[in-house]
């Protein structure tokens, strides 16, 4: 004897509209939410700590060139890192805005330029004072880089007030890297050296710029 069939209505699937919502708890939700007193108030919902920069639509710029997206934290960084006469008036603008917005980024600003400062005189003369206003800026992660500093300071001192530095040796591990990533697994060892050593070649012959990829 064959069994019986199995009724209609266990062969169907459920409908996924009757598929019951996920629901986020009431103690995630206030997690998300970001904590009092930071730079994330008054800023844009596009800026602010608990959303994603895709959560609403972008206001279209007044030039008509797109949507205006909020700058990602590498961006900024890299904005604060640039010398201010080397920064496009867009740049410029942008980072005026958000400056205004938050005290604790404009504090992190002013220090990241006293440092270039040194850098770019060769002086090291004011990194103590410098080093107590970054433990005292109120900011735990510089805070903590001041502490780092303290740990190793002759060295920051000649990396400030010497012209060697290991820029040659981390150009060399960024070719390599380069290399491994384009032929790894692809390719065997005489190969690799082959392409190493040539990329090498070409630095020597194109300094100050990127050399051409070896074939």
């Not at 009757?18 to 939410?33: F, I, K, S």
């Not at 990396?159 to 960024?174: A, D, H, K, L, Y």
Request: some cysteine.
């Amino acid at each position: 004897m064959h069994p019986a069939p199995l009724p209609a209505q266990a062969h169907t699937a459920r409908p996924v509209s009757r598929l019951p919502a996920p629901t986020l708890g009431r103690g995630r939700a206030q997690r998300l939410r970001p904590p009092p007193g930071n730079c994330s108030q008054g800023l844009p919902r596009s800026l602010s700590a608990g959303e994603t920069r895709r959560s609403t639509p972008a206001p279209r710029s007044s030039a008509g060139r797109g949507p205006r997206t909020a700058p990602s934290p590498r961006e900024v960084a890299r904005w604060i890192a640039t010398a201010p006469d080397r920064r496009g008036l867009h740049v410029r603008e942008r980072l005026s805005r958000l400056l205004d917005h938050c005290p604790e980024l404009q504090r992190a600003h002013t220090l990241v330029r006293e440092f270039a400062a040194m850098l770019d005189a060769q002086d090291a003369a004011l990194l103590p004072a410098w080093l107590d206003r970054l433990a005292t800026s109120r900011l735990p992660a510089l805070a903590s880089m001041a502490r780092s500093v303290r740990e190793d300071e002759a060295a920051v001192v000649q990396g400030i007030t010497t012209s060697f530095s290991s820029g040659v040796n981390e150009g060399r591990i960024t070719d390599v890297k380069l290399q491994k990533r384009i032929m790894g697994g692809r390719a065997g060892l005489p190969l690799l050296r082959q392409r190493v050593v040539l990329i090498a070649h070409l630095r020597r012959r194109y300094p100050g710029s990127n050399p051409p990829t070896p074939p």
